[in-house]
């Protein structure tokens, strides 16, 4: 569904942080905002919380390295024992390599995946665009027009240095290219 | 058909009630008079020229009761088959069949698989070979299957069938009047011998024989000192000294195989009489001077000295040695002295002069009925090399208008090949039978295609003693005859060899049993005594022998190869010399010293030159060889042969001189470096043991004082860091004799025979990748002039904690519960990691497809032991499929395994006593057991606590 | 831009002046040109080599390892020296973008990306050689434990080979992934900027709908922290479990414990050589001197410095140990190195990977581009001779001297070799034409690095 945004066009960093600190004092509600690169501080400005992956990571690691061991010990010890260099049929020592590298890839992946997820990222996704320079070297501010009183704002984000504060209306539905 | 005929099998092997079993299956199946006459009308009979008659039908069964192993050839198309629903009791698919034989002078044992001959292996029920066998015997199945074995008879270069060739050849010899003479090679065949006597008159035909490898003056010897000439017969196991003048008795001197299972019995520690000692005087490395405890690297010049030296000194003959020589004499009179009665002197010179006056000496030492015998023979035929020269001369002049040459090859081999050729064309009917076509038989107008020895009936006196039987263990192959048969059709001889040599023999023995055993042993054989008064005018003759001026060009007899007929055998050919370790070729060995003047090194091209002759041929420097000789193998250089014999190597035969015998050492002459290398296919190229604890050897006084002598290595403190699996039941382990051992090499062909282990030819194994499973390495030790020698048997050493198993991604080797290091073919992905990680390098990789694609070689490959395809790797398997059979004949006998029930390829073809043993160490009373308990027992490689299974007994020289 | 931050003590990471439209300009113009002449030349010929090594390798295939030098004592020689050789290349790209990452090393920005992709292909190359070195490629299936109906018959864990099998391929799919989160944002600049439809619609696919919003930034910066995490014990554990394909063999010469730690740094040396000798060249043709500064180049050339005398402890210590350790194989082994038949090798890698670096201690040498671009190239020779060194001298010549032999490889071993160079600079290229060869993003967030 279509939806009006007000957006406050900068074009350096800097700017758009002072601007997104006075709109959380203003406690405008910010829809989102858009920059070619992440800008530090910018977190806290739009009281965003300390990011879920690591648990994510944490639990994909331990469940790689039980499924390692339990793979390795069942094969070599409990379904077809083999008797191999004189070696017990549980070599543990020998399994750590692979047990330590199945962690890191159960880890890594499940993060990723995890990551693309939760951000509603995947291929041919239509990208939702406010600004076409928002990922090249403008940054951009977003609130949900009937959220904010639009002339309030263009003043004060003018003021705060904004290039341009416009209404757009904007897809925000999923949708591929 | 396949059925019927295997029927046969029965009586062969000693029980005879099958025949009746056949003439029911034959008669329930009612088979009409035609078909029946087809059915044994094409193949079976042929080759004994039979006429196909009812009648003739039951001389046929008796016959072929025990002729039946060679109907089970698979080349017979298969007429009627009746389903194995009513099978007989002997042919059980699996399961092989085993047919005492004969090949050459060794006592044999064929084993058969549905027919087909796959293996061959000493009988061990003679007392003379004791169950060895040696290269060429192991190799000899090959040969049966070789493809460029003629297909049939020849009349003038045109293929015909039998009946003509008869016609022809007997027309041409009844109108011939003139000389007609049948040359053989030399013959211990009764049956043979009493056949081409009856024919003599028959055909007015004069028989000589004919050796390429002659030893004619050990009979013409014994002629003079024992008034008989034949040749004489040894006992090593009774001298407690062996002094040998070049002689190769271990190798290719004389019954190698007897002679190491003697003189090995002696080098064993625990002998009730000791350890022997051996020495050798030789101006070439030998395989026997390699296991001599004193080896003296001498010219045939002092080896004539010494011989005189020690004459003198034993027959008070007035002779003064050189200086030289003089220590080595002394310390031969010293020993052969002390050892009165129990010493034994041996020269491997075929010369007159020199072997009466070893007669003389071994007269005078008493050693005559201890450890050497001349023995009254029930038959025999020498050849006379002088008779051989002579009919080249008739031939020349035009007297002989008929010759008859029996596998015999002088237009190769003779020493004035292209005399003998000339001469030969100028002969009217020139009759020639050969296995596989010769530059002799190009030469022929009659070539009669000859039956290899497994496709034929005889007898062959093994010893003065022993009588071995040869029966055909296959229907020949191709159109070939048995040619004593042939000869018998020229004389009009009515009835098949068989029918003659049964005759001839069923009145002394038992028949059967003797098809059983394949040995038959005549008692109170009569020894014949020394005559001769004054032997001191040989001693003159030999002290006016003057050598020629320059090199003296040897000419010798390569293991294996022998005179060069057997050439056409990849076994042989890919077999490394013993001494030498090379393959494919023969060289000029020469002597490091010899090189050095002459900058010469392995490869390099030479022209040997005895001013007559001329070749030219890469070197190998040969520790151990004269400054003043150049040592070349004969059996090479084939102008016509198979594609494995052809235009290998140069022929060196021409370098033989004749005065009254061969004489191989007689050339003297010029090597000169030429342009050019030829590379040398040899398997192991680094010679010294870099003065590592590879084998441990110690003298026979220090082992006296300390069994453990020379095995008293810091032992490393074996940890085990986890603890050990269950090493309950059966646990296979191996011992190897390191003083038994004599790097004879049959065991590495007997291994490649079994386990169908390719063969790479020259090109690969210049690129280092020989496949066999099983090889003898080498070192040398000490002075290069007069090396000390070291054989080692080095084979997969199945170790507890394999090094190989651990590095497999996917589980191709692994260790079996008891105790084998096994090789998962079909698991195998070919990463050679396994290979690299083997501290013994005994892993062997299938670089390519390796060529099974000949439909006859292909024959001779062991069902029990899958083909490898290209990309896996392989190795020694300890024969894990005899010792599968061995488990499963004593479960199905209801009967623990016994030790001894198993005997590994290697091990059963030894020709040494207890070089190799093998058995279960958890049985406390095994042979192995004993072995590992030995003081002299170590592992190779043991800090790398590996846990071989594979053992070693420390070597003891007897110095 | 007169608010920007200040520093006096260093200089800016990008040297001139720039909008962030420029930068944007400057690294992905070069997407949207015609190819150059320069390039086209490159790419032909490297494509042609790749073209001949892969005919050599279906020969190979198609007729037997016999095609090649080995033998029955020497049963890895070529291949696995470039496998190692490879895969030591293969390290660098990780380690620049996780462990500088990890150490806020904020130059790293403009050297990451295209030393990631150097991974990634390096890699590619270095998986062929386990590939064609078995004697029967198309089993290798066997080594994946997965349910068959061969018993099931299981892989063996205990087997160095099949630890390469599992880090390889985790290493291979994790910096893959790494290296493409990191290329979403750049995708979709590039998509925003481009004017063809075609263009936009391929780059819009690829960029997973990535439109900059803060809140993906957020997880996006921690899940980069997170795989830079993983990936820094991951890469020096693949190296070390190359490492055990010989350090746990009974082989002497392979037998070593120092070989993890020796073979990491040696990795890292050749990576870093690598990416010189590709970067050197990349900024030269596509004018990014103002991204790829000198300032890098010196600083790579300071860590080969250190890795290069790193490499050279290890062999001392070799041969510190093969004496002490009064083993006498382990003594033979490496007099044999110094002195036997292949003296030649050894010394040549000596004088380029321990000797040769030393030129770096000197500022003049280490930013003169030629000069770095040469030595570049020489200590990637000296490290194909390392493991040559390591695996053929070791094996030619072990227990029982019977089996000595010496090795020489083939013409088919050799253009297998030339293949993968022509395969991995192949990629290179084609990378450089279709993906911004620099972190955009990045860089432009350390655009204001100590700049007024």
């Known amino acids: 569904m279509k939806k009006d945004f007000l957006l406050a066009i900068f074009d350096c960093e800097e700017k758009l942080l002072k601007s997104a600190e006075k709109a959380r004092d203003k406690n405008m509600e910010m829809y989102d905002v858009y920059t070619p690169f992440p800008v530090h501080g910018l977190d806290d400005a739009m009281g965003i919380k300390r990011s879920f992956l690591p648990y994510v990571t944490f639990v994909a690691g331990a469940v790689g390295l039980g499924a390692a061991l339990v793979l390795q010990i069942w094969t070599s010890a409990v379904d077809w024992p083999t008797i191999i260099g004189g070696k017990p049929f549980i070599s543990l020592p020998a399994f750590i390599p692979i047990t330590f590298e199945v962690t890191v890839l159960f880890a890594a992946h499940s993060t990723v995946a995890a990551f693309l997820v939760y951000n509603k990222l995947f291929p041919g996704k239509k990208a939702m665009i406010m600004h076409p320079e928002q990922t090249c070297n403008k940054f951009v501010m977003a609130f949900e027009k009937d959220k904010v009183s639009v002339d309030d704002a263009s003043i004060m984000f003018k003021e705060l240095g904004a290039v341009e504060v416009v209404v757009q209306n904007v897809d925000t539905k999923l949708s591929w290219y | 058909m396949s059925n019927m005929e295997n029927n046969n099998c029965g009586t062969s092997c000693g029980c005879g009630t099958q025949t009746d079993g056949y003439w029911q299956d034959v008669e329930n199946k009612v088979i009409d008079q035609k078909t029946l006459s087809q059915e044994f009308s094409d193949t079976e009979f042929d080759s004994f020229s039979v006429k196909k008659s009812r009648r003739n039908f039951l001389k046929i069964m008796g016959f072929s009761v025990s002729a039946l192993p060679l109907t089970g050839c698979i080349k017979i198309p298969v007429k009627k088959a ?193 350890m022997n000692r051996h020495i050798q005087v030789e101006s070439t490395m030998t395989l026997t001077g390699s296991n001599a405890d004193y080896r003296y690297t001498k010219s045939g010049a002092d080896q004539r000295d010494i011989l005189l030296g020690v004459y003198a000194a034993i027959t008070g003959y007035g002779y003064v040695a050189q200086s030289q020589n003089k220590d080595i004499i002394t310390q031969i009179v010293k020993e052969l002295k002390s050892n009165v009665g129990k010493s034994l002197l041996i020269s491997g010179y075929n010369d007159l002069n020199t072997q009466v006056i070893v007669n003389k000496i071994n007269n005078e030492l008493k050693n005559y009925g201890s450890t050497v015998f001349v023995k009254q023979k029930q038959a025999e035929v020498l050849a006379n090399d002088n008779d051989f020269a002579n009919l080249v001369n008739e031939m020349n002049a035009g007297k002989v208008s008929s010759v008859i040459l029996v596998d015999v090859n002088p237009a190769y081999n003779y020493f004035e090949a292209d005399k003998f050729s000339e001469a030969f064309k100028k002969v009217k009917n020139r009759v020639v039978f050969t296995v596989a076509e010769t530059e002799t ?137 013993p001494v030498t370790k090379a393959t494919w070729d023969n060289y000029a060995m020469i002597s490091p010293s010899f090189a050095k003047e002459n900058s010469l090194t392995l490869g390099d091209l030479v022209e040997v030159s005895n001013g007559k002759y001329t070749i030219k041929l890469p070197v190998i420097v040969q520790p151990g060889t004269h400054a003043n000789t150049v040592a070349v193998a004969l059996g090479y250089g084939h102008k016509v042969g198979g594609k494995v014999s052809k235009n290998l190597g140069v022929n060196a035969y021409p370098f033989i001189t004749l005065n009254n015998d061969f004489n191989y050492s007689g050339s003297f002459g010029t090597v000169k470096k030429v342009e050019g290398r030829r590379d040398i296919a040899q ?208 479960k199905r006998e209801r009967r623990a395994l016994k030790d001894g029930d198993i005997k590994l390829a290697c091990q059963q073809s030894c020709p040494a006593d207890d070089g190799i043993v093998f058995g279960d160490m958890n049985d406390p009373n095994s042979s192995i057991s004993k072995y590992l308990a030995d003081e002299r027992k170590y592992v190779v490689l043991e800090e790398l606590n590996v846990q071989p299974r594979v053992n070693y007994l420390t070597k003891i020289r007897n110095k | 831009m007169s608010d920007a931050h200040v520093s006096e003590l260093r200089q800016p990471l990008i040297t001139e002046d720039r909008t962030y439209k420029q930068i944007s300009e400057d690294i992905l113009d070069t997407l949207e040109e015609k190819p150059s002449k320069a390039w086209l030349a490159g ?153 063809s439809g075609l263009r936009r619609f391929i780059y819009g696919v690829l960029s997973f709908g990535w439109n900059g919003s803060n809140r993906t930034w957020h997880h996006w910066e921690v899940m980069s922290l997170i795989l830079a995490g993983l990936a820094t014990p991951l890469v020096l554990s693949v190296h070390t479990i190359v490492s055990m394909d010989f350090a746990t063999s009974v082989i002497p010469g392979w037998h070593t414990t120092i070989f993890p730690p020796y073979f990491v740094a040696g990795a890292i040396f050749s990576g870093f050589a690598m990416v010189l000798t590709l970067l050197i060249i990349t900024r030269k043709v596509l004018n990014w ?62 004088s380029c990977n321990v000797l040769s670096p030393q030129f770096f201690w000197f500022k ?80 432009k967030s350390v655009y204001k690095f100590a700049r007024k």
């Open chain 3, 364 to 443: 003049k040498l280490r930013t003169n581009l030629v000069f770095v671009f040469i030595m570049s190239i020489i200590v990637n020779i000296g490290m194909w001779f390392e493991r040559f060194v390591i695996i053929t001298t070791s094996l030619h010549r072990d227990f029982l001297p019977s089996s000595w032999v010496m090795y020489s490889p083939t013409w088919v071993e050799i253009w297998t070799f030339i293949g993968t160079f022509g395969l991995f600079f192949t990629l290179f290229f084609i990378f450089i034409r279709v993906l911004p060869g620099i972190a955009v993003a990045e860089v």
């Open chain 2, 441 to 577: 038989s190009k030469l022929g107008n009659f070539v009669g295609s000859m039956n290899h020895a497994y496709e034929s009936w005889s007898d062959t006196m093994v010893s003065s003693s022993e009588l071995s039987i040869t029966q055909p263990v296959i229907q020949p192959l191709f159109g070939s005859r048995m040619w004593t048969e042939s000869l018998m059709s020229i004389a009009g001889v009515s009835g098949s060899f068989y029918d003659y040599l049964k005759s001839n023999l069923s009145g002394k023995l038992n028949w059967n049993q003797f098809l059983h055993d394949g040995i038959y042993t005549y008692s109170n054989i009569k020894e014949i005594s020394f005559k001769a008064s004054s032997t001191h005018s040989y001693a003159n003759e030999i002290k006016s022998v003057k050598d020629g001026s320059g090199m003296n060009i040897i000419t010798y007899v390569k293991s294996g190869i022998g005179n060069g007929d057997m050439a056409n055998n990849p076994f042989i050919q890919e077999l490394p010399n």
């Open chain 3, 43 to 195: 790419f032909s010929i490297s494509a042609l080599f790749l073209t001949i090594g892969f005919l050599t390798v279906a020969y190979q295939v198609g007729t037997g390892i016999g095609t090649w030098g080995l033998n029955k004592t020497v049963g890895w020689s070529w291949d696995i020296t470039n496998f190692v050789f490879w895969v030591g290349i293969g390290h660098a790209g990780t380690l620049i973008s996780a462990v500088l990452l990890i150490f806020r090393q904020r130059w790293r920005t403009a050297i990451n990306r295209a030393a990631e992709a150097m991974t990634i292909f390096a890699v590619a190359c270095a998986g062929i050689f386990p590939l064609i070195h078995a004697g029967r490629p198309w089993l290798l299936y066997w080594v994946f434990p997965y349910p068959n109906t061969r018993g099931p018959l299981w892989v063996n864990f205990r087997s160095p080979l099949l630890w390469d099998v599992f880090a390889i391929s985790t290493y291979l799919t994790v910096s893959l992934v790494f290296w493409y989160m990191g290329l979403l944002p750049d995708l979709a600049t590039v998509r925003d900027r481009t004017k």
């Open chain 2, 683 to 890: 398997t192991q190229t680094h010679h010294s043991m870099e003065g590592r604890d590879i084998v441990r050897e110690t003298t026979f006084s220090d082992y006296l004082k300390n069994p453990k002598a020379g095995n008293q290595v810091k032992k490393p403190k074996t940890v085990h860091i986890y603890p050990e699996h269950d090493k309950g039941g059966h646990q296979w382990a191996m011992a190897i004799n390191l003083s038994s051992c004599t790097g004879c090499s049959s065991c590495i062909i007997s291994c490649s025979a079994e386990n169908n282990v390719p063969v790479v030819g020259r090109q690969e194994v210049i690129n280092r990748r020989e496949m066999h499973w099983l090889r003898i390495d080498r070192y040398y030790k000490g002075d290069e002039n007069q090396p000390e020698v070291t054989h080692m048997p080095m084979l997969c050493q199945h170790c507890d904690n394999a090094p190989c198993e651990n590095v497999c991604p996917v589980m191709a080797t692994v260790q079996s519960s008891d105790g084998l290091n096994q090789q998962v073919y079909n698991r195998c992905v070919g990463t050679r990691y396994c290979a690299n990680n083997c501290p013994y390098k005994v892993r062997r990789f299938n670089w390519f497809n390796y060529d099974h694609s000949d439909e006859y070689a292909r024959l001779s490959l062991n069902p029990d032991v899958s083909v490898r395809t290209r990309g896996i790797m392989e190795k020694c398997s300890m024969c894990v499929q005899r010792i599968q059979e061995g488990k499963l004949t004593a």
């Open chain 3, 289 to 350: 001197e103002n991204y790829i500064t000198l300032n890098h180049i010196e600083n790579m050339a300071k860590v080969i410095v250190v890795t290069g005398m790193m490499v050279g402890l290890a062999y001392g210590t070799e041969f510190f140990m093969a004496w002490y350790s009064g083993n006498e194989y382990e003594r033979y082994c490496f007099i044999n190195r110094a002195t036997g038949p292949y003296w030649w090798a050894y010394w040549t890698m000596v």
């Open chain 2, 82 to 274: 009746l389903p194995y629903l009513n099978k007989q009791d002997n042919v059980i698919p699996g399961v092989a069949n085993w047919y005492a034989s004969t090949f050459e002078n060794t006592p044999v044992l064929v084993k058969t698989r549905e027919g087909r001959p796959i293996k061959i292996e000493g009988n061990d029920k003679s007392m003379t070979s004791f169950g060895g066998a040696n290269s060429r015997a192991q190799a000899s199945v090959l040969s049966l299957y070789d493809s460029n074995r003629l297909q049939s008879p020849m009349v003038e270069g045109s293929n015909v069938e039998w009946e003509e060739f008869d016609k022809k050849l007997k027309e041409a010899f009844l109108t011939d009047t003139t000389k007609k003479v049948l040359v053989t090679s030399s013959l211990t065949s009764p049956t043979t011998i009493k056949l081409i006597n009856e024919l003599k008159s028959k055909l007015n035909i004069t028989h000589i024989a004919y050796d390429a490898i002659s030893t004619s003056a050990f009979g013409k010897a014994n002629e003079k000192t024992h008034g008989e000439n034949t040749a004489s017969e040894y006992n090593f196991e009774n001298a407690n000294v062996v002094v040998s003048l070049g002689a190769d008795f271990l190798d290719t001197f004389g019954d190698s195989v007897a002679n190491t299972k003697q003189y090995s019995r002696r080098r064993k520690a625990k002998h009730a009489l000791g």
